[in-house]
């Protein structure tokens, strides 16, 4: 791993170990409804760490020039698991078909296979002198296509959080790419006007945002995730109740072990500790986008910069859900929530971003990653 930004490495293996650590306590109650015991999750989810290991050094020494010719059979594949989810996915706890069953042993979320698939062919595609991104045939509307196929199907299972980092993410890139303002703010007055469309709507998402706006409302049915975070929040104070001592985790918090983590490990760390957890995504965030300023070329420049605004936007995402910042999506905290394919996949975001940060070191870009 010689060359790689060391710092950025760091993070990434502090928070997957965190996160394991943190698992160990979040997921006692949800193991024992399972199981009886109180470590099925914890187990699990170290299995998925080992599994995600050589997952990770592919990543990282996978040669970019293959990645990019590859970009289009990806892509299609990731179409490809959307559409079979719609026809033959499994629910497990909310509305959405968000999952596929692998010989009933493994399943898969092709929603986050989507948005690492998305973010390589959209920076493939831009990286190419034929589709230029300040023009609004060859870069608008490519744009719109190639981003919309992947954010209709997520929205037709229904998946509204995924749909958020997944734009924001391939947003990101168009705009780096060089979009003209005029497009890239028609495009989002475009979005925010049919966001409006699926609030109205739409009931459940109707009741969603109003819990935002009021958080005490209907406490025992839709607000109740949110009411449940805030008060186990609150009851972190400064310093936490400790390691192990969240009581919120009982059977407070809905998915404790996955959406609302974050919740739970403010009860116990408390206040300071948690903003320095904050602090990590924060500072993940600046060397990614050091990173993509000095990558090598324009598509290692713009896949460190989608896959930096994935997986730090997906993270702020869900402690703004958490907060009650932001309506209530249902998505993971990056390397800390407990999953499978959501946490291969940030595997695989934080092996091509090292890649790319040992590029820039190899070509004379930056004398040094510390």
Not at 10 to 32: E, H, K, Q, R
Not at 114 to 125: E, G, N, R, V, Y
Not at 241 to 259: C, T
Not at 340 to 349: D, P, Q
Request: charged share 10%; proline share 4%; with cysteine.
């Amino acid at each position: 791993m010689q060359g790689i930004d060391r710092s950025l490495f760091f993070c990434f293996l502090g928070l997957t170990l965190f996160g394991l650590i943190m698992m160990s306590s979040m997921s006692v109650a949800g193991s024992f409804d399972v199981t009886g015991r109180n470590d099925y999750y914890f187990w699990r989810h170290f299995i998925y760490i080992i599994l995600g290991i050589p997952i990770f050094f592919i990543s990282l020494k996978f040669p970019h020039e293959y990645l990019k010719k590859l970009a289009l059979p990806i892509f299609l594949f990731a179409l490809l698991l959307l559409v079979l989810v719609l026809i033959i996915g499994q629910s497990f706890g909310t509305a959405a078909k968000s999952w596929l069953s692998v010989g009933g042993v493994i399943s898969v979320q092709p929603t986050e296979i989507a948005k690492i698939a998305t973010i390589i062919f959209l920076s493939a595609i831009f990286s190419s002198p034929y589709w230029r991104a300040d023009t609004f045939e060859r870069g608008f509307v490519t744009f719109v296509v190639i981003a919309g196929l992947p954010v209709l199907l997520v929205m037709a299972q229904p998946d509204f959080g995924s749909i958020l980092v997944l734009a924001t993410a391939a947003s990101s890139i168009y705009f780096v790419a060089g979009a003209k303002l005029k497009h890239f703010i028609g495009g989002m007055g475009v979005a925010f006007l049919g966001f409006l469309i699926v609030v109205l709507t739409t009931p459940y998402i109707q009741k969603r945002v109003a819990v935002l706006l009021n958080p005490d409302l209907d406490p025992l049915g839709a607000g109740f995730q949110v009411k449940q975070a805030l008060i186990a929040i609150g009851s972190g104070g400064i310093f936490g109740r400790g390691f192990q001592n969240s009581i919120q985790k009982f059977d407070y918090l809905p998915e404790v072990q996955s959406d609302t983590i974050f919740a739970a490990i403010s009860e116990e760390m408390g206040f300071f500790r948690i903003i320095a957890l904050i602090g990590i995504y924060v500072f993940i965030a600046y060397r990614g986008f050091q990173v993509a300023k000095n990558a090598p070329t324009t598509f290692s420049q713009l896949l460190a910069t989608g896959l930096t605004v994935w997986i730090v936007g997906q993270a702020f995402i869900n402690i703004g859900v958490n907060l009650a910042i932001l309506p209530n999506t249902g998505i993971t905290l990056p390397l800390i929530s407990y999953g499978g394919t959501s946490l291969w996949t940030a595997f695989v975001g934080f092996g091509i971003l090292l890649h790319i940060s040992s590029e820039c070191q190899q070509k004379g870009r930056k004398k040094h990653f510390y």
